[in-house]
């Protein structure tokens, strides 16, 4: 069973600033099947990319995906106000799927 | 456009069980898995189980065996989760969201579609 990772639990940041968020797997897992969501207070997750790097329809291009193996990388190169939300990494195995705990991205 | 729509919240006692439903539109429901995922208040996200709509095979997390049955009805292309035996532990909010499944057996383009959820309080 996949365990993923993530870190920092909670990154301050300003408006403006880049944001970097890690995923660590226990084990190696295949770009093509790791994905990243982003979750606002009262919402459903939303999917912003998928296969490490790509980004799905809307995402902005502030945010990018990458990584292989066992780490992966979102990183918010400017942080919007809309930004400020909990972030998931996700990898989906083939009869199973796992997330991250989260990372929370707060206003400092 | 693609939408799931879930029933709505519900109140249980320990002990019993609950059924929660999502229906699909605006896609080819036979094309695409059907993933549930729980929220425990406060917390992360919890990876309960899949079906594919098209078999009516199912997956799902260890932890739930023997409490979970996931089915589906393609005539109203709406899918089934039902969660037995309930405590305290189980009051989340459940989503459930669409995935690619047997189309993505090299590349997985994510869970694109997401119910708003159904919060069940035991």
């Known amino acids: 069973e996949i365990v993923l990772t993530q870190s920092p639990g909670t990154l301050s940041l300003s408006p403006g600033e880049r944001a970097t968020l890690s995923c660590r797997a226990s084990?190696?897992?295949?770009?093509?099947?790791l994905a990243w969501y982003q979750q606002k207070p009262g919402q459903a997750p939303r999917l912003l990319i998928h296969?490490?790097?790509s980004r799905a329809t809307g995402t902005p291009d502030r945010f990018s995906g990458s990584g292989s193996g066992t780490d992966f990388t979102l990183t918010i190169s400017r942080l919007e106000p809309e930004d400020f939300a909990v972030y998931y990494c996700?990898?989906?195995?083939?009869?199973?799927?796992?997330f991250g705990q989260g990372t929370k991205v707060e206003i400092k | 456009q693609a939408q799931l729509e879930q029933s709505g919240d519900e109140v249980k006692k320990p002990g019993a069980s609950v059924k929660v439903s999502c229906k699909a539109s605006?896609?080819?429901?036979?094309?695409?898995?059907i993933q549930w995922v729980r929220q425990v208040p406060g917390q992360g996200l919890e990876w309960v189980g899949r079906?594919?709509?098209?078999?009516?095979?199912?997956n799902f997390a260890p932890k739930f065996q023997g409490r979970v049955t996931l089915t589906r009805d393609t005539s109203i292309t709406t899918a089934f989760l039902e969660l037995s035996s309930l405590t305290n532990d189980d009051t989340a909010l459940y989503y459930c969201?669409?995935?690619?499944?047997?189309?993505?057996?090299?590349?997985?383009?994510?869970?694109?579609?997401w119910g708003q959820g159904t919060r069940v309080t035991v």
């Open positions: 969201a669409r995935d690619c499944g047997g189309m993505c057996r090299y590349y997985h383009y994510g869970m694109d579609v």
């Open positions: 605006g896609y080819s429901f036979h094309g695409y898995y």
């Open positions: 079906i594919n709509t098209n078999s009516g095979s199912i």
């Open positions: 084990q190696s897992v295949s770009r093509s099947f």
């Open positions: 296969g490490a790097s």
């Open positions: 996700q990898q989906f195995g083939s009869s199973r799927t796992a």
